[in-house]
């Protein structure tokens, strides 16, 4: 007879205290990563951000070459286009997002927009709703998170990239210090939500007589101090406090100009990440903000994109906003 065959060992299970260990080696691995993880992907959103930056420097350039000037930053009071025999009636114009989509690949957009009429219109206000991929920073909300509240723009996203109007301060020929010498500067409609400055590359434009923003459209050799040391794009790319009941407005259309706040331009008043939109009069003062650690992306007036820590000296960073103060003044 054959004997019988021996009977397999039975395997040890794991106990619960060796379960519970190998549970937390993976907790305690997982944790060393996550950070790693958010490090590189928020390290490719900032180049992605600086790419699109660059882009539209380079559409702004590409305009230039082709109009002479750069566009409007935020047109307020404009004529329709084309303009009647006799028509005295302006109407409330657009932002330089628009003059430029030709020069991102968006022209079929372009010819969709109605230049007779203004921008809040119903027809325009379609064409706004449009998510144009290149205004957004991938760090920042998504495009449609905050939407307009206006009427026939309640569909309308707002822009992540925003045009420098130049220094912003509480009145008209106010002063910076900087570097040992004091500087004087224009502001319009100081103390209210459409306060523009007078001495950006991209600020507010009127068609009607008694400012000295009336036709006002700059050419790169307009800006004296330097392409390389005049910002010309920012970022507001930030989620919003749940804490401050005003800041749901902070965002508008990305095809507003500046018609009582702009959208899409703004004056360099306060530090990065400081300033909100109060509900009342600071519109065009809210800060430059991002998700990005510590500072901004911004494109300068020769294309080229750097990061700007938000410590940044105020005084350098309001003159920087300058395009012909006579400032000698670079980032760091």
Avoid at 30 to 46: D, F, M, S, Y
Avoid at 62 to 86: E, K, R, S, W
Avoid at 153 to 168: D, E
Avoid at 268 to 286: A, L, Q
């Amino acid at each position: 007879m054959s004997k019988p065959s021996p009977r397999p060992a039975r395997r040890r299970a794991f106990t619960l205290i060796e379960l519970l260990v190998v549970i937390a080696i993976i907790a305690i691995l997982i944790g060393l990563l996550l950070p790693a993880v958010q490090k590189i992907r928020e390290a490719a959103n900032r180049m992605s951000c600086s790419n699109k930056l660059k882009q539209l420097g380079l559409a702004l350039h590409n305009y230039h070459d082709t109009n002479g000037t750069l566009p409007p930053g935020g047109q307020g009071a404009v004529y329709p286009i084309p303009n009647p025999a006799g028509n005295t009636t302006t109407i409330a114009g657009t932002s330089w997002c628009v003059f430029v989509l030709p020069y991102i690949e968006q022209d079929n957009l372009f010819k969709q927009y109605r230049w007779d009429l203004a921008y809040n219109s119903v027809e325009n206000g379609l064409v706004g709703a449009n998510v144009v991929p290149g205004l957004y920073c991938p760090s920042g909300p998504s495009p449609k998170k905050y939407l307009d509240p206006n009427t026939n723009v309640t569909t309308n996203p707002p822009s992540h990239y925003i045009g420098v109007m130049g220094p912003g301060g509480a009145a008209d020929n106010f002063t910076i210090a900087y570097g040992g010498a004091t500087f004087t500067y224009r502001l319009g409609s100081a103390n209210s939500n459409g306060a523009w400055s007078g001495h950006g590359m991209l600020s507010h434009y009127q068609e009607t007589t008694g400012s000295i923003s009336t036709l006002r459209l700059i050419k790169l050799s307009d800006v004296t101090d330097g392409l390389t040391n005049t910002l010309m794009l920012g970022e507001i790319a930030r989620n919003l406090p749940a804490t401050t009941p005003a800041t749901p407005n902070h965002y508008r259309s990305w095809i507003r100009g500046n018609n009582g706040g702009s959208a899409t331009t703004k004056n360099i008043r306060y530090p990065m990440n400081s300033t909100f939109y109060n509900g009342s009069n600071n519109f065009n003062d809210i800060s430059m903000m991002s998700h990005h650690a510590g500072g901004c992306n911004f494109a300068l007036g020769d294309g080229s994109v750097r990061f700007v820590r938000e410590t940044i000296d105020l005084a350098l960073y309001q003159v920087l906003a300058s395009i012909d103060g006579g400032e000698v003044a670079q980032l760091p």
